[in-house]
């Protein structure tokens, strides 16, 4: 089997990937634009050969990538990069190389589009919120006296919560049209809820073959708006409602063959036409794993290896992975700088060293959203969990 990898030196930790195809027999081809001198070790070893382009961005030197791979050793039967910023890219080399293990050029709306991916929610029998694309003031103050202040607005098309706002009033609204940027913007009526996802992998078949869930801050967007510190989790066990919802949507999007990362919102307040206090609505697919380290989180929760799952999907269509080990909450706290901690660096290595089993500075290009000093710690209750949170991130 011949797979190739796109850009598989960043993330860094994405070499995993390659190291458990390369691991299962497969041969595994890079293509990036990093100097190989440049490099890591773990993602030389991780790969059987290497092409360097001089951008990623020009699809034509891609291309030759991809021909000169051919020309060595046959057919390409896997093309993947598991990194939002290149699905597109992904999905057209499969169509002009006739690769038929994932989404092709003419698919890729449904999974790129957030106003495209309330069709399939609703397919698979998942409220979502009521919407406007964004056209002129005029309708979008006409679709605000319908569904109330805030509202939400956000690129149609983009990644986290990237220049996405609240709007509040009417000096908000007309502050945003007369700052509108050039690309398609999306409305939504605003939702009180905290975000749940549902995170795993699928086959051939859109079954899904592992699956975890993670919980994330009631509003992602102020936190990448007002630079606020990070805290997440990955929960020891995924509620039967939420696993039976994600199995609906996948099928509903026919994801196969994806590691893919499924967002909702479990409401804090019943909201009409929606649902009920918990209840879960539709917010946004990603059909990649979840951003920064989180597939190592989704590691430390289940006592499982995430990438050799994935790897064996490829490979075999199936895992032989044990996944009944023991499970914990897997903790993400980042603090930002300029902010004052009632705690320093030596007293959460103290307290919580023995649990803590991801510490590091985030790459600056993940700080806006992951914050600037990560601490990841593996626990077993929700009340330590609680109390790590408050440890780490508690302001003087």
């Known amino acids: 089997m011949n797979f190739v990898f796109i850009s598989p030196h960043f993330p860094k930790s994405y070499w995993n990937f390659c190291d458990r195809l390369k691991k299962n027999g497969v041969t595994v081809l890079g293509i990036a634009d990093c100097p190989y001198n440049e490099l890591s070790w773990e993602v030389k070893n991780s790969l059987t050969e290497y092409y360097k382009v001089n951008s990623l961005e020009n699809y034509d030197e891609v291309v030759r990538a991809m021909g000169y791979f051919t020309h060595k050793y046959g057919k390409i039967d896997w093309v993947e990069s598991n990194n939002e910023y290149w699905l597109e890219m992904d999905a057209k080399l499969r169509s002009d190389f006739n690769i038929t293990t994932g989404m092709k050029a003419h698919e890729i709306n449904a999974f790129k589009s957030k106003s495209a991916m309330k069709e399939f929610y609703r397919k698979a029998g998942v409220p979502v919120a009521r919407h406007h694309m964004v056209s002129n003031r005029e309708e979008g103050f006409e679709f605000i006296h319908k569904v109330g202040y805030p509202v939400i607005v956000k690129p149609d098309i983009g990644v986290g919560a990237s220049a996405t ?33 549902f995170d795993g992998i699928s086959n051939n078949d859109c079954d899904v073959i592992f699956e975890t869930s993670n919980e994330f801050p009631p509003s992602i967007m102020d936190i990448v708006n007002d630079l606020d510190h990070v805290s997440y989790h990955t929960v020891k066990q995924v509620s039967p409602k939420l696993s039976e919802i994600g199995h609906r949507v996948i099928k509903a999007f026919n994801a196969r063959n994806r590691f893919f990362h499924l967002e909702f919102f479990r ?58 080990k023991q499970h914990y909450f897997a903790v993400y706290c980042a603090r930002r700088d300029g902010k004052h901690y009632l705690h320093s660096h030596e007293e959460i290595m103290e307290r919580y060293g023995d649990r803590i089993v991801m510490r590091e500075r985030m790459p600056e290009i993940f700080s806006v959203a992951m914050g600037n000093e990560m601490y990841t710690a593996k626990l077993d209750t929700e009340e330590e969990m609680n109390d790590y949170i408050a440890f780490v991130l508690g302001l003087a």
Not at 170 to 195: A, K
Not at 269 to 296: C, F, Q, S, W
Not at 319 to 324: E, S
């Open 165 to 197: 706002y609240k709007l509040k009033n009417d000096e908000d609204t007309n502050r945003f049209y007369d700052e509108l940027p050039p690309v398609q913007y999306i409305m939504e009526e605003f939702i009180e809820g905290f975000i749940v996802s």
């Open 267 to 324: 409401l804090t307040k019943a909201k009409k036409g929606l649902g009920d206090v918990g209840d879960i609505v539709a917010l946004e697919v990603n059909m990649r794993p979840a951003g920064g380290y989180t597939p190592d989180m989704i590691n430390f929760a289940n006592s499982v290896d995430v990438y050799q799952i994935w790897a064996d999907m490829v490979t075999y269509g199936q895992t032989h992975v044990d996944l009944n």
